[in-house]
């Protein structure tokens, strides 16, 4: 680039210039602020890639929509979500990285001290919505405070292909774990396996904990600090796991991330998962045929009744961010009834409202293939359960405990051993011996 040889300034215009400016910073240091142009933020929010791409699309315009709105910039950052927890670990670590994110499972209580605190912004939202769901608000709700707001849950009801089930001559689908068990042995027999994941995903997380409650196991107590898994009614919980692995699945699902099953059942073979609503979206996003066969019904139920996992994702904001108050601001204007309802219809139901008073909102009557989702909520527990979430549960969670327990016994470990190695596991998480993210 070529040089540009500076111009001479008369003397009289340079000090008029110059007291100018003087006078100009003067005022500002006297107001406290920076003059407009120079006042404008970025509010930085980490997220996770939403397995309904629209979702992400109407954040970001709210996003962009609110920055022009209050002088600001908010940029959404996105990211796998099986990598956030070594994310936010990191950031947590070096108190540095993005104002805000979207925690998960536990995340609250794991780092309790430091996320600013929520009582008053949560206070409001959940008296204008009729107030949180239960597992919703034990997922935010520390002893020190809510730690974070609830943004959304995910509910988990049995997805299948339902010709594949009138193929095998059922009526219907499972309404119980051995009911998918029996079923599940004809239908791979017929070429079309079912399939839950038995790897490290957040999947087969969902699954174990809706799975062991209902069979009435526990993996801690509810003091929350004392290890439950090695009892009879995990080793049931193990033994139904073997079978249904050995007569009903494939090995494929040792291997499964979080979109192992939807592709899985997209494919045409899978004729069962537990999963959200996800595959369905995709099938209708992208035009395959294969959705007029797709169908949900609420999650089967064990011995021990009905009970769901369903992970509640909620909206956290770091101590060391400089723009908590932008933040509480921009948090509140996701939840302004237009907003929160145009980002819920871009998920295309996958996204559940965590408020009372939306358990009615107008996208459960879009699809009558939808109308059984709000029902999850009846039998939802946060992880954990009996006890309340805790640190421990996301150390159980982020190390996979139990899901690595269940792929030992299916491999071959017999079922004390695989419960007496978790029941370790879980006691070192408890002692917080293990790592995060």
Same mark, same amino acid.
């Given at each position: 680039?070529?040089?540009?040889?500076?111009?001479?300034?008369?003397?009289?215009?340079? !000090?008029?210039?110059?007291?100018?400016?003087?006078?100009?910073?003067?005022?500002?240091?006297?107001?406290?602020?920076?003059?407009?142009?120079?006042?404008?933020?970025?509010?930085?929010?980490?997220?996770?890639?939403?397995?309904?791409?629209?979702?992400?699309? =109407? !954040?970001?315009?709210?996003?962009?929509?609110?920055?022009?709105?209050?002088?600001?910039?908010?940029?959404?950052?996105?990211?796998?979500?099986?990598?956030?927890?070594?994310?936010?670990?990191?950031?947590?670590?070096?108190?540095?990285?993005?104002?805000?994110?979207?925690?998960?499972?536990?995340?609250?209580? !794991?780092?309790?001290?430091?996320?600013?605190?929520?009582?008053?912004?949560?206070?409001?939202?959940?008296?204008?919505?009729?107030?949180?769901?239960?597992?919703?608000?034990?997922?935010?709700?520390?002893?020190?405070?809510?730690?974070?707001?609830?943004?959304?849950?995910?509910?988990?009801?049995?997805?299948?292909?339902?010709?594949?089930?009138?193929?095998?001559?059922?009526?219907?689908?499972?309404?119980?774990?051995?009911?998918?068990?029996?079923?599940?042995?004809?239908?791979?027999?017929?070429?079309?396996?079912?399939?839950?994941?038995?790897?490290?995903?957040?999947?087969?997380?969902?699954?174990?904990?809706?799975?062991?409650?209902?069979?009435?196991?526990?993996?801690?107590?509810?003091?929350?600090?004392?290890?439950?898994?090695?009892?009879?009614?995990?080793?049931?919980?193990?033994?139904?796991?073997?079978?249904?692995?050995? =007569? %009903?699945?494939?090995?494929?699902?040792?291997?499964?991330? /979080?979109?192992?099953?939807?592709?899985?059942?997209?494919?045409?073979?899978?004729?069962?998962?537990?999963?959200?609503?996800?595959?369905?979206?995709?099938?209708?996003?992208?035009?395959?045929?294969?959705?007029? /066969?797709?169908?949900?019904?609420?999650?089967?139920?064990?011995? %021990?009744?009905?009970?769901?996992?369903?992970?509640? !994702?909620?909206?956290?904001?770091?101590?060391?961010?400089?723009?908590?108050?932008?933040?509480?601001?921009?948090?509140?204007?996701?939840?302004?009834?237009?907003?929160?309802?145009?980002?819920?219809?871009?998920?295309?139901?996958?996204?559940?409202?965590?408020?009372?008073?939306?358990?009615?909102?107008?996208?459960?009557?879009?699809?009558?293939?939808?109308?059984?989702?709000?029902?999850?909520?009846?039998?939802?527990?946060?992880?954990?359960?009996?006890?309340?979430?805790?640190?421990?549960?996301?150390?159980? /969670?982020?190390?996979?405990?139990?899901?690595?327990?269940? %792929?030992?016994?299916?491999?071959?470990?017999?079922?004390?051993?695989?419960?007496?190695?978790?029941?370790?596991?879980?006691?070192?998480?408890?002692?917080?011996?293990?790592?995060?993210?």
């Amino acid at each position: 680039m070529d040089q540009i040889a500076p111009r001479s300034i008369p003397r009289r215009r340079f !000090l008029r210039t110059a007291a100018g400016a003087t006078a100009g910073m003067a005022s500002w240091l006297a107001l406290g602020k920076a003059p407009a142009y120079a006042q404008k933020r970025e509010l930085t929010f980490l997220s996770w890639n939403h397995f309904v791409p629209a979702a992400d699309d =109407e !954040l970001r315009k709210q996003a962009e929509a609110f920055g022009k709105a209050n002088n600001c910039t908010v940029r959404v950052d996105t990211m796998a979500h099986l990598q956030m927890p070594a994310k936010i670990a990191a950031e947590a670590q070096s108190q540095s990285g993005h104002d805000m994110y979207r925690t998960a499972s536990a995340d609250p209580f !794991l780092y309790e001290n430091l996320l600013v605190n929520m009582d008053d912004l949560v206070g409001k939202l959940g008296k204008a919505g009729g107030g949180w769901y239960p597992f919703a608000a034990e997922s935010c709700q520390t002893k020190s405070g809510w730690k974070a707001i609830p943004w959304f849950w995910v509910s988990f009801p049995g997805t299948y292909n339902m010709a594949h089930f009138k193929k095998a001559g059922f009526e219907g689908p499972p309404k119980t774990w051995d009911d998918l068990l029996k079923m599940g042995k004809v239908l791979k027999k017929q070429g079309n396996p079912v399939g839950i994941p038995i790897s490290h995903c957040s999947d087969a997380h969902s699954t174990y904990w809706s799975v062991s409650w209902s069979f009435g196991a526990k993996v801690l107590e509810a003091d929350g600090k004392t290890p439950a898994i090695s009892s009879e009614k995990t080793a049931q919980v193990i033994e139904w796991y073997k079978e249904l692995y050995k =007569e %009903a699945m494939e090995p494929e699902v040792l291997s499964w991330d /979080d979109a192992g099953n939807n592709r899985f059942l997209l494919s045409g073979k899978g004729a069962w998962i537990h999963n959200p609503v996800s595959p369905y979206n995709a099938a209708l996003a992208n035009k395959q045929p294969i959705a007029d /066969d797709i169908n949900h019904h609420n999650s089967p139920s064990g011995p %021990a009744g009905t009970h769901s996992a369903p992970p509640n !994702l909620s909206l956290g904001i770091w101590k060391f961010s400089k723009n908590q108050e932008l933040a509480k601001e921009f948090i509140a204007y996701l939840f302004q009834k237009p907003n929160f309802d145009a980002w819920i219809v871009a998920s295309n139901a996958f996204n559940h409202p965590p408020l009372k008073n939306l358990a009615d909102h107008p996208i459960w009557a879009r699809n009558p293939k939808f109308a059984m989702l709000p029902k999850e909520a009846e039998y939802g527990h946060p992880r954990g359960w009996p006890a309340k979430p805790n640190e421990a549960v996301q150390r159980i /969670d982020d190390n996979y405990i139990m899901a690595d327990m269940v %792929a030992k016994a299916v491999n071959g470990m017999p079922a004390k051993r695989a419960m007496d190695w978790a029941q370790e596991q879980v006691a070192l998480a408890v002692k917080g011996q293990l790592k995060v993210g």
